[in-house]
């Protein structure tokens, strides 16, 4: 069943993806150009026009491409593009660089910067893979802008109105790395008044963004894997908790095993936890989808109506076995039925000798569940075995819905009581 062609309202599409990288590319190529233009004196040339004609089309048509965008995500996102964007937008569409490009007046087009930022933020939340290396771009991005336009005000205090040559740009560049990072290394100095203040706004400046890309970088590296942190810091505080306990040491190696299987499986650490948060319907999908593997190794599930399917998938639940574990011992009151999805398991008598083995894609506890009494063998783990259950209310809300898995399950349970009788006869 393919799923139906819908718009979602807080992820972009393809489209707008595209859109949105070409508007950054553009407005990259206007922080610079316009600065340059500005302290070199650079007369016309015709390649750079073409390129600034391309960049105004652009600017100009993409409020139109944010508003038509957000009309068909719904009214809400419509105002909330007007109060937040538009303003920046409709002031950076305004082609004073075609006609004013020596003038001050095209440092207006520079307001393009914070529409972009922001959505380029937006669309990273909404990564699936790759959100990092966007949120890496984004630093590198306004920090280029940011040293660019520092030097380039920089160039024109220390330029006294005469045009700038490549040298003195290198010089400026250098010195704004410098003093934005620390303060200037003294071998170029502000001679001025105005050139002090200025010196000591970009130091300011530059305390508060340093900082901020300083704890952000190392946010970056360490969220580059946050299951790897979250396993880490699951293990540090199993590791306190053990020695402050006094944990036998036998038990200290079962449990370090357990934690690096979980691990290596990456099984069961938020699969709860999201489902729980989701509602009812997109819980639905994500169980059948998390629990299809699973489903489609039961025989009798291939035959099921998918609102059975649905109903089993939505009521079950991950547990992991370790090696030598058992799952349940004779005699123990029956609370759940169990589905393998990964590993083995072994079928022990009331005496301990093994009855049979169990492997991925089988299922059992379902018959001391169906005639309510105690467990008539023990369930032990050869190893690391990956299991769904379900618990006797689901169980019994099931057998009342679906008389067909009823059925299933008494023809199940009367088979698995023949087998075992014969097997204890063999082995008498």
Same mark, same amino acid.
């Given at each position: &069943? ?53 960049? &105004?089309?652009?600017?100009?048509? $993409? ?83 940011? =040293? ?18 490549d040298y003195n740009y290198l ?53 580059? $894997? ?8 699951t293990m540090d505080q199993a ?16 449990? =370090? ?42 025989p009798f599930f291939r035959e ?14 991950? =547990? ?109």
């Amino acid at each position: &069943m393919t799923e139906p062609r819908m718009y979602r309202r807080n992820v972009f599409q393809q489209r707008e993806v595209a859109w949105l990288l070409l508007v950054a590319v553009c407005a990259l190529f206007i922080a610079y150009r316009i600065p340059t233009v500005l302290v070199y004196h650079a007369a016309l040339n015709v390649p750079w026009f073409i390129g600034e004609i391309v960049v &105004m089309a652009v600017f100009i048509i $993409d409020p139109i491409f944010k508003f038509r965008s957000a009309k068909q995500r719904g009214p809400e996102f419509v105002r909330k593009y007007v109060r937040t964007w538009l303003v920046f937008d409709v002031i950076a569409a305004i082609p004073v660089i075609l006609f004013a490009a020596g003038s001050p007046l095209a440092l207006l087009a520079l307001s393009k910067i914070i529409p972009v930022f922001g959505n380029l933020s937006q669309w990273r939340l909404q990564l699936r893979r790759g959100g990092n290396a966007v949120r890496f771009v984004q630093f590198a991005y306004i920090l280029a802008i940011v =040293i660019h336009l520092v030097a380039c005000g920089w160039l024109v205090l220390r330029s006294n109105g005469q045009p700038a040559t490549d040298y003195n740009y290198l010089e400026s560049i250098y010195w704004t790395v410098t003093t934005m990072c620390t303060v200037g290394y003294g071998d170029i100095t502000p001679q001025t008044e105005l050139q002090m203040m200025y010196a000591t706004a970009v130091m300011l400046v530059g305390y508060v963004l340093f900082a901020y890309l300083v704890g952000n970088i190392a946010s970056l590296f360490n969220t580059v $894997d946050p299951l790897r942190s979250e396993h880490v810091r699951t293990m540090d505080q199993a590791t306190s908790f053990m020695q402050y306990h006094n944990v036998p040491h036998h038990l200290q190696h079962r449990i =370090i095993d357990y934690l690096g299987y979980m691990w290596e499986r990456k099984v069961t650490y938020d699969e709860t936890f999201m489902l729980d948060m989701l509602p009812w319907g997109l819980r639905s999908e994500v169980s059948m989808y998390l629990r299809s593997e699973v489903i489609e190794r039961v025989p009798f599930f291939r035959e099921a109506s998918e609102s059975f399917i649905r109903e089993v998938a939505d009521s079950l639940r991950p =547990i992991v076995v370790t090696p030598g574990e058992f799952v349940f011992r004779y005699g123990d009151r029956a609370r759940f039925m169990y589905f393998i999805s990964h590993g083995s398991v072994e079928v022990l008598s009331s005496d301990g000798s093994q009855i049979g083995t169990l492997q991925t894609g089988d299922f059992f506890g379902e018959m001391a569940l169906l005639e309510k009494r105690r467990r008539s063998a023990s369930i032990r783990a050869i190893e690391y075995s990956d299991l769904y259950v379900l618990d006797a209310a689901a169980f019994d809300h099931i057998l009342t819905n679906f008389p067909e898995f009823r059925d299933v399950m008494e023809q199940v349970s009367t088979d698995r009581s023949l087998m075992v009788s014969e097997l204890r006869r063999m082995v008498q």
